[in-house]
């Protein structure tokens, strides 16, 4: 990867005290993401032991950014609290403030007047990308090209840390069945597997080496928060001990093998203990059993919300539990600067308890270099170089291209032609230079994005017109001005079908505003928002040559544009460069390979559908079509609309010859799959080779399938590759009967192909 930066030297953290900022050799190069420093936790004993209990507590306590810092200093209420906490060393790390200059002022406060000179860590959701955005991570997570995950999240990583920021709360590694939840666009969608992949890659790209252009990674939500009921925000998770181990904690093993320094604990429960407070999950299993080194911090006012939960009688309460859990730092609830140091005299939570959470925090600042130098990330020249260089916008539009997934091409509508045609180009989302960069880029600037008009425009040999035809319709609440709120207008209609008649294609950009998904963003139908599923059908009255580009945060169920749209582009959103990136596909400069990283429902009765699932006692294999008692449903199809791993190429690829070197292989032994993969079309492509295993029978139900390898392959038309997986016993282990990870001795069948529909199958047994 491109940003690889030295490391520095610690030195002890009382030479803070005397004034001396600390050495700035760099030592030799390390591997990527290391979480063991040699001496460091000498250091934070040597630390440890010159704090009260008081100033533990404050290690443990983390503010939202308070005041305008270029301001005059609070002198009244909460701010004033907290500015004077900040000044007794009462305040561990802050939330939302950025720019060095900001940040630079607050750690001066931090270093220079509290007794002990302990540096602040301020973290920050930099979720995908900082002023550069790159795509939504859902988008992301359809290019299944790790290399280029990893340097997105490098870049992000880049730019917020030059900006002054150390710590960003991603990668969110939930995964998500429902695309009613509106942080799906957060995450890496249905499968674990995947999810883990992607878990890594980011962990590695935000954390680089650890050096001035890092951050440290925040892996959230743990756990469960993707499952809440109906796919409300916020609302009541109620998972098996079988889902939470096989689909939803591996991403969060993996993050954290990976040397993720942090982890955040969510907002939902888990049989019936909220997370914050639920100590199987981070004291036994996460610190205990996984060994994990770096601490827990609360999601925002998480702790305080044990008390609605009713969990918790008062916010004393909330905090005891929270601390006996192992939930080490409290995000805004100030529930332990209130009552942890009372708690711990009166005996309730033991002083182990809380020399452990300040340890863990202690040891991340010191492994961040901060105690090292507390203004290592505050040097205003290295922030007006690094911000929006233009090889990071190079890199957002590479993984922006990456991002799209050509869902159908009829009628070779796509690629446009360069020359001579008349192209009508309708949707409010079309000239949007904001909706683009999506949910959760807090640290970019409205207006920055290039909209898709912006990047046809690029293409000077056809006649392009713009209509927006009809608004998005946001709906109420968001965080957006007034545009895009209107449902009913259709006074655009006739502007837009005048246009389409003059027009040999028409290109129209519809579905939901960037900010439409995102934290309490769900929603109960996955239609095109507001009037445009209703411009759609107009349009196509007036002219059916319609490439229909999607912009959206989830999965949409589009029925009737998948069976009448001969072209459609699924283009999330993308970012920064998301207008550029479409106008290439579109023309035919970058061929599509993206594959769909959760299902498309055909409707939202079929939600949560998600291609894994189990087979069920009545899985209607041959039952006659009049029979009605089998699992389906009288009105729909039980298959999604696209499934998971789908995605055509202005390319084919046949599959064929699949081989396996053995029938059985059982512990430390593998076998080895190998499939030819041909390049039958006309024009060069990349393709995504998958591969699934179904273990048939086994100690608990297993799923239909599921996704057990990947790679990514490029073919000239007409070459052909030889592909190769290697299934060894870690890959046919799960959590079973047993209540443990181990290898089931049974039967396997292996199917590999570009999506989860592959039927190109063999079978294999482990053995004991
Ligand atoms: C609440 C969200 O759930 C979490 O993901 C985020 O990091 C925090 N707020 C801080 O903004």
Redesign the pocket.
Known sequence: MKYKFSKYVFVAPLALAIGCGGSKQPVAQQPVVQTEKTGIDRKVDSVLALMTLEEKVGQMNQYNGFWEVTGPAPKDGAAAIKYDHLKKGWVGSM??VRGVKDVKALQKIAVEETRLHIPVIF?F?VIHGYKTVSPIPLAESASWDMEAIQQSAEIAAAEAAASGLNWT??P?VDVSRDARWG?VM?GAGEDPFLNSRIAEARVKGFQGDLGELSLAA?V??FAG?AFAESGRDYNTVDVSDNTLHNIILPPFKAASDAGALTF?N??NELEGIPSTGNGYLQRELLKGEWGFKGFVVS??GSMGEMIPHGYAKDLKDAAMKAANAGSDMD?ESSGYIEHLAALVKEGKVSQEKVDDAVRRILRVKFMLGLFDNPYKYCDETREKETIGKKEFHDGVLDMAKKSIVLLKNEKNLLPLAKQGKKIALIGALANDKTSPLGSWRIGADDGTAVSVLEGMQQYKGNQLTYTKGADVALGKPVFVSETHINTTDKSGFAEAVKAAKAADVVVMVLGEHGLQTG?GRSRSDLGLPGVQQELLETIYKANPNIVLVLNNGRPLALPWAAENIPAIVEAWHLGTEAGNAVAQVLYGDYNPSGKLPMSFPRNVGQVPIYYNHKTTGRPGNGQPTESVFWSHYTDVANSPQYPFGYGLSYTTFSYGNLKISGNSFGKNGKITVTVDVTNTGKVEGKEIVQLYLHDLVASVTRPVRELKGFKNISLKPGETKTVSFIIDEELVTFYTANKKFEAEPGDFTVFVGGDSNATLNASFSYTE
Request: net charge negative.
């Open positions: 939330l939302n973290g959701d709360f991603a969110m942080r957060e925040c959230k939500h928060y955040m969510s907002f999601d925002w995000m934290e």
